[in-house]
């Protein structure tokens, strides 16, 4: 559990291939643990320090 007012973001970025086609998906969560928000999405033909880069 989180101190009360914080927000939790977990992200991760991946290609298949390096590089190749890529991905980046991050959440987050409140204090209690909650999903309030969640998104993923194709970034086209990157490697997979730029698919990280943008997931974080």
Known sequence: M???GKIKCNS???CIGNPGESFY????RN?????I???AKKIG???NFEAEA???
């Open 2 to 4: 989180l101190e009360r």
């Open 12 to 14: 991760d970025g991946a």
């Open 25 to 28: 998906n991050f959440c987050l």
């Open 31 to 35: 204090g209690s643990g909650d999903l």
């Open 37 to 39: 928000y969640e998104e």
């Open 45 to 47: 033909h990157e490697t």
């Open 54 to 56: 943008v997931a974080i």
